[in-house]
């Protein structure tokens, strides 16, 4: 697989507390420059960025992020907002308590209102994959394949742990044919780009992979 290919499905990420502008317009422009699938960014940014990148790529932000604990409205509220800012992509935090409660009637439900607010826009929803069981990994491909949603992704890359192959296999083998994956958190290298991607990944969350790039760019 050659690097431009897995550029193209990078969301190329940004979501330190401590971001600021100057950062943020980097990673903006670097995702320009190696041709990313999109910028994910912090909500507060999301209106500087979509004004800056004026529609040249897509901009996606997080909703209910990290710990997906929010109630279902203020996500809503987030989501309303993000595409009133400009975004185009979001990445939404499913209710992990839920998850561990047993609760996927309601975990469906919020994803579903979530999503009717982002209309056209790609949602993606996180399940968290390092706090969860087998079983509710797979229980969680259903309810998310059921709701709506664009995208599974796996994880936030604040947890406990990110992405693995073997959460990413059993994924693939769960969802619904229509349904999508991101594998995010803790991919840092080339090789792990390209193996979540033959895997059935569809995106991958990194900020690694731009950089590599460039070293490789600055190695020539």
Request: aromatic share 4%; glycine share 10%.
């Amino acid at each position: 697989m050659e690097l431009k290919d897995i550029l193209s499905k990078c969301d190329h990420t940004l979501l330190r507390p401590d971001a600021v502008w100057d950062e943020v317009r980097q990673l903006c422009d670097d995702g320009l420059r190696y041709g990313v699938a999109s910028v994910c960014i912090s909500p507060c940014h999301v209106s500087a960025a979509a004004s800056y990148l004026g529609g040249r790529l897509p901009v996606c932000t997080v909703v209910g992020f990290p710990s997906g604990a929010s109630s279902t409205a203020v996500k809503c509220f987030e989501a309303a907002e993000a595409i009133g800012d400009g975004a185009d992509e979001l990445d939404m935090v499913a209710n992990i308590g839920w998850i561990k409660s047993g609760m996927y009637r309601e975990v469906g439900q919020e994803i579903a209102e979530v999503k009717r607010i982002c209309a056209k826009h790609i949602l993606k929803v996180i399940i968290e994959t390092c706090l969860l069981t087998e079983e509710e990994k797979i229980e969680m491909c259903r309810v998310v394949s059921d709701s709506g949603a664009d995208y599974i992704k796996t994880s936030t890359g604040f947890s406990t742990g990110g992405a693995t192959f073997d959460d990413v296999r059993l994924i693939k083998a769960n969802i619904e044919p229509h349904l999508r994956i991101k594998a995010a958190g803790g991919i840092a290298t080339l090789e792990d780009g390209e193996t979540f991607l033959t895997l059935g990944a569809d995106r991958l969350g990194t900020s690694r992979i731009v950089k590599l790039a460039k070293e490789l760019e600055e190695g020539k």
